[in-house]
Every structure is written in structure tokens, then in C-alpha cells.
């Protein structure tokens, strides 16, 4: 690239996760080649929620140089090897969300079909035992995946829960440390290109202007830039994802320090446990359409393990996204390019997609439009493919106790998602495309978890030797039992490690 086409500034407006974030990896990407100056004001503050993760944040981490111990100090985070759905499916259901795929690896291709064929024949035990990361949840006990391929302890994959406020802390230090400038200041407005309507700097109360090349909107739900100041609309999809109010507070911890989020089903939403050394995060997630404010924080409040540690913050979203998250030369990540809900804990996994796809797609000082097409032409695949999963929890249910459950099953879906479910019902198939964010081991896990059984399988599997394939499985069964049964207790592998929190509680 010419030197006189470079972006020389990206200017970050927002200093929640997604600011910050963003800062990580701008500067370790470009190093002192890009100016990063992030503007953050101090009186709007940030979401302070969005403590579950999923695996790719491991990747993201190794990426923009973050030492895992170092970080897992800093934020009294936890492990997390997937979701405990309580309640989901009926009142009394139970089932778990691994990130760690089932069987073993020579075998997935068709590890979910034979069992399909087994369990006709009453030959197998449920999907659910062959899972790794499902028995070292039920039993509390954690160990890092192996890389050694062919080993079994591959598929123990995990991600982290931590403390928003203290990641936040933690990315500004290593940001300042790198050099990126950091700029407290309201942003009130933006200075337009009167000729390409580009933005070229941001106007603060203080009467400063700050001006750039790239601008990233990371102002949260309010989209200063792409939302206020250059009309990005908003595609509303709360017909299908109709929960639009949280309310959260962290408590102290009573309970068993799981290596999972638990989600338990409400009969006007539902409610979060993520456990991390220091306290407890919970919230309920509901719709002021099948419920009220008061009603909803009673019943937080009436879950709490502990005492509570702070007051109940109140938050407000709608689903959906910004139509095109890069528009001229603002680029939205985080809350500014939309939010779906909290199930499945994906919001922070977009920040980190959105920045890799921005790294990718870096523009030069030309800004050709085909950069931005591309841009937004993945974003929109990736959130589509995600909202459908997010559907699936509520739509495939067997609950009709309360209004909100009778609407979410009646509710017509989208042809995307139908399709999925007809062809799985069907033959226990799924038509994934390979850069979904979810794949099988996730979808077999909601799917079965939610009640929705195959009919038959697929014809091939008839042509197996049936006493052979059970025993096979009969082996691996016996095979993970033991393996879980050396692992240690997740409390005890954060202690032996050293990975305890070097900060005060709270
Ligand atoms: C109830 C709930 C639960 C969630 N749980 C999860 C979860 O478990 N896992 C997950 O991955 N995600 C979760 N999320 C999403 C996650 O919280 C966000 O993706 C993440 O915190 C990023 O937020 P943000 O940085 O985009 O916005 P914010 O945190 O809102 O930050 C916005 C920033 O912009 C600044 N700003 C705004 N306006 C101006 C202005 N005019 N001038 C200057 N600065 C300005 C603010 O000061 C602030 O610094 C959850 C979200 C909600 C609502």
C-alpha cells in the first residue's frame, strides 16, 4: 500500500468491552504504524454486564498478545465448558450445551448418525454421555483441552467467565502500555466531509475536535456515529427474540463454583448464574410485554445464592442490528452494531469477529466500497446464523404455562431456521454451512435438549455392523467415565495453578 493512502488515526469512540477491545488489537496488529486514540465519556457509562464467553476468545487472546494466567488473575475469571439449560424444554427439564464436540474426532462425521441407529435398538446410553465436557460439568471438575491430536481430552474445550469491569481495566492497561491515547470527553457531535459525507472528527463538550481517518463506533446501544450521526437503520427483530429488558446484580457465592453458566427458564424469560471467583453474576432477561419491571427484579432478587453485592442494574435493548454495521468510514462494533440477547453468550464473540473482519478488510485511505460490502456481507451471514440458534431455544419447547411461552411456540420462525429443524426431525441430519459459529455439537445439544427427535437416520447406517458400533460406544462410555474421574475439581485446578484473583472482592 502507498504510503500516502495509509489510515494514519482510527479514532474509537466507546471504552466498554468493545472500545477496548477493539484498542487490543488495532495496536498490536499495526504496533505504531496506526495512531489509535480512543474517546470515552465519563459520564455515560458502559453496559457493565457481559461476563460469558465462548472458545474462540482463546484465539482472540493469543492473537492480540494476552498471557491467559495474567488475565485470568486480573479478572477473577472462571472456566466454562458450556451451558446448563434448566427448565427449557418442560418445567422439570434439564440439559447441557457443550463446547467440546461428542465422540472422538475420527468419528464425527457420522458419530451422531450411529447413535441414531444404536438407539432405535436400544443398544446406546443418551447422547449426552458422550461428552466430555457434559461429564466433567456434572461433576465439577475442569482440565484444559489437550492439543495432542487423537486424544480425548481435546474435546474439553472451554472459554472464560470474568468481570466486565475488571476486563475492561485489565485491556486498558495493556492498551495504554502500547500506546494508544485515551481521550475522556462527551462526544456531542459529528464533523462531516461536506462532499462524501465521511466523518473526519468528533466534536466534544469540551469544545476539542478529534479528528481521524477510520472511525470505530463502540458507543454501545446509543450508535452515536453510525446510528445518530450517519442514519444506519436498525432492523428490529424482537418478533422472534422478544426479550427486551435485563436487570442484574452480582451476589456472593454459597453455591458450588461450576465450570458452566447456568440458565434457568422463567415463565416470563429467564435468569443467569455465572459464577467467578470473587462473586456471582445474575440477571433475568424478560419482555415488559409478559411481565413487569418489579415482578421481574423480585424474582432475581428471590434467586440470589448470596447476598446481593451492588444495586440491580437496569438495562433495555431490542433485538436485532444494524443494517450495515460499516457505512462511508465508521465501522460499528459491539452494541453499536446490535445486540440479540444474553442466551448463548455471543455479543462479546461478535466484538471479537467484527474486529478480525475489520483487520482483514483494513481500508486504505480510497475506502473502496467493496471493503464495507464484504464487511457487511459476513456480519450479516454470521448474526443471522446466530439469531436462528437463539430462536430454536425459545420456539422448540413443550412449556405453555405462561403467555410468553405460548407465543414464542406458535410464532412463526424463519424459513432458515424451519428448514433446519424439518431436515433434522426427518434424518437427524443438519445443513450447516462450515463458517457457522455454531456447529454440530451445538445444535445436537439444543436440538435433543428441546425435545425435537429424528425420525430415522440415515439409509447408510443400516448397512453397519450394529454389535460392533455398541460396543465401540460401550467402550468410549466406560473410556470418558474414567477420564472424568481423574480430573480435578475446577476450585481446587484454579488454586493449584495459581490463577487466583490478585484483586480484592467486589
Ligand atoms: C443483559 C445483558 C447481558 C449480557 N451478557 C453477555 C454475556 O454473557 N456474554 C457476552 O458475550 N455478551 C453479553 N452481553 C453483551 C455485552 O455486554 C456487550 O457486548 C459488551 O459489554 C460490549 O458493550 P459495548 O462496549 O459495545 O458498549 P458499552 O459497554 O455500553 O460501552 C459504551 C461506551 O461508549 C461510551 N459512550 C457512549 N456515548 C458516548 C458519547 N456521546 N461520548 C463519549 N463516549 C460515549 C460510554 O461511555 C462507554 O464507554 C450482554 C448484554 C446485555 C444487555
Known amino acids: 500500500m502507498v504510503k500516502d493512502r495509509w489510515i494514519a488515526k482510527v479514532v474509537i469512540l466507546g471504552g466498554g468491552t468493545a472500545g477496548w477491545m477493539t484498542a487490543a488489537a488495532l495496536s498490536h496488529t499495526f504496533g505504531r504504524a496506526v495512531e489509535v486514540v480512543l474517546v470515552e465519556s465519563d459520564a455515560i457509562g458502559t453496559v457493565g454486564v457481559g461476563e460469558a464467553t465462548i472458545p474462540p476468545i482463546r484465539t482472540f487472546h493469543q492473537m492480540i498478545g494476552i498471557d491467559e494466567a495474567e488475565f485470568i488473575r486480573a479478572t477473577g475469571a472462571t472456566f466454562k465448558l458450556g451451558i446448563e439449560f434448566r427448565g427449557w424444554l418442560n418445567e422439570s427439564s434439564t440439559y447441557f450445551h457443550p463446547f467440546g464436540a461428542y465422540g472422538v474426532e475420527r468419528d464425527i462425521g457420522y458419530f451422531f448418525q450411529y447413535w441414531l441407529r444404536l438407539k432405535e435398538k436400544g443398544q446406546v446410553s443418551d447422547f449426552s454421555e458422550f461428552s466430555l465436557c457434559t461429564l466433567a460439568a456434572r461433576n465439577n471438575v475442569f482440565a484444559p483441552a489437550s492439543e495432542r491430536p487423537g486424544d480425548p481430552l481435546q474435546h474439553l474445550q472451554s472459554a472464560y467467565h470474568f468481570d466486565a469491569g475488571r476486563y475492561v481495566t485489565y485491556l486498558k492497561g495493556v492498551c495504554l502500555a502500547r500506546g494508544v491515547s485515551h481521550k475522556i470527553g462527551d462526544m456531542l457531535a459529528a464533523e462531516r466531509d461536506s462532499e462524501n459525507g465521511h466523518v473526519t472528527g468528533l466534536k466534544l463538550k469540551s469544545g476539542e475536535l478529534v479528528s481521524g481517518d477510520l472511525f470505530i463506533d463502540c458507543s454501545g446501544m446509543r450508535a452515536m456515529l453510525l446510528g445518530q450521526a450517519l442514519g ?62 418489579e415482578a421481574a427484579e423480585r424474582s432475581l432478587l428471590d434467586g440470589l445464592e448470596g447476598e446481593p453485592l451492588a444495586l440491580i442494574n437496569r438495562i433495555r435493548f431490542t433485538a436485532g442490528r444494524r443494517k450495515t454495521p460499516w457505512c462511508k468510514n465508521v465501522v460499528a462494533i459491539g452494541l453499536a452494531s446490535g445486540f440479540l440477547e444474553p442466551l448463548e ?28 460490502q464484504a464487511f457487511n456481507k459476513e456480519a450479516t451471514r454470521e448474526i443471522e446464523n446466530v439469531r436462528d440458534f437463539l430462536i430454536l431455544h425459545y420456539h422448540a419447547t413443550e412449556r405453555d404455562d405462561s403467555e410468553l411461552w405460548r407465543y414464542v411456540k406458535a410464532m412463526q420462525i424463519p424459513d432458515s431456521l424451519q428448514e433446519r429443524i424439518e431436515l433434522f426431525r426427518e434424518r437427524g441430519q443438519l445443513n450447516l454451512a462450515a463458517e457457522e459459529l455454531f456447529q454440530s455439537t451445538s445444535w445436537h445439544a439444543v436440538l435433543l435438549g428441546q425435545g425435537i427427535r429424528p425420525r430415522t437416520y440415515m439409509p447408510t447406517m443400516a448397512l453397519q455392523d450394529d454389535a460392533m458400533l455398541a460396543n465401540a460406544y460401550g467402550n468410549l462410555e466406560r473410556n470418558f467415565k474414567k477420564i472424568v474421574s481423574r480430573l480435578p475439581d475446577h476450585a481446587a485446578y484454579i488454586k493449584e495453578h495459581r490463577l487466583t484473583s490478585t484483586m480484592e472482592n467486589r
Not at 473482519?357 to 467493496?370: E, K, M, Q, T
Open 232 to 293: 444506519v437503520d436498525y432492523e428490529d427483530w424482537s418478533r422472534w427474540l422478544p426479550m427486551n429488558r435485563a436487570c442484574a446484580v452480582p451476589c456472593e457465592q454459597k453455591l458450588a463454583l461450576t465450570p458452566y453458566t447456568i440458565s434457568t427458564a422463567r415463565p416470563f424469560g429467564w435468569q443467569w448464574r455465572i459464577p467467578l471467583q470473587h462473586r456471582v453474576g445474575n440477571g433475568v432477561v424478560y419482555s415488559n410485554e409478559f411481565t413487569t419491571d
Open 345 to 372: 453468550s455471543t455479543s462479546i464473540h461478535f466484538i471479537q469477529s467484527s474486529i478480525q473482519r475489520l483487520i482483514r478488510y483494513f481500508p486504505d485511505a480510497g475506502f473502496a466500497p467493496v471493503c464495507a
